[in-house]
């Protein structure tokens, strides 16, 4: 139960907050955003303490992301091949498995040294503004949708 509430933890925070914030000028860096900055009181030190951990996980989170969009490519042009070997294949998607899992672990841990860095509260105060975030996301894809639907047909 631990692991699914880490892994529910890690892709709430660093997944999904690091992809809205992107649309911002810092690239995903949540700890640069001076208004979240300042909603969870994070201190200089912690912001740069951040920041050493994620320039310290980057390269190889470029890497092991790189292996597995090779590995995807890999798959998906063995199953557009109509005569593929069901064993290929198979060995295959074992390869884009094992890659997303070394991928993930790698956000896992990056996210959990990030974590060790805040204090209970700001870790508390930026799982909430993610899942605010979130809300916001879906929200506004609703309206978007509802926008987008053609107008109901009237009844004859």
Excluded: C, Y
Excluded at 1 to 8: G, S, V
Excluded at 93 to 110: D, F, G, H, N, W
Excluded at 122 to 129: G, H, M, N, R, Y
Aim: hydrophobic share 45%; aromatic share 4%; net charge positive.
């Amino acid at each position: 139960m631990r692991r699914f509430l880490l892994a529910a933890a890690v892709a709430a925070v660093f997944g999904v907050m690091a992809a809205p914030l992107s649309a911002q000028p810092f690239d995903g860096k949540w700890w640069k955003n001076p208004s979240v900055a300042a909603d969870l009181n994070l201190t200089q030190d912690q912001a740069e303490e951040i920041e050493k951990i994620f320039v310290k996980s980057r390269p190889k989170l470029i890497d092991l992301k790189a292996d597995l969009e090779k590995k995807q490519l890999d798959l998906q042009v063995a199953m557009d091949d109509h005569g593929a070997d069901r064993a290929a294949v198979e060995k295959k998607i074992e390869a884009v498995e094992t890659a997303r899992s070394a991928l993930q672990k790698t956000r896992a841990l990056m996210l959990l040294d990030m974590k060790q860095v805040l204090k209970p509260a700001q870790w508390d105060k930026l799982v909430q503004k993610q899942q605010e975030r979130r809300q916001q996301m879906m929200d506004r894809r609703q309206r978007m949708r509802e926008e987008a639907a053609p107008p109901p047909r009237p009844h004859r």
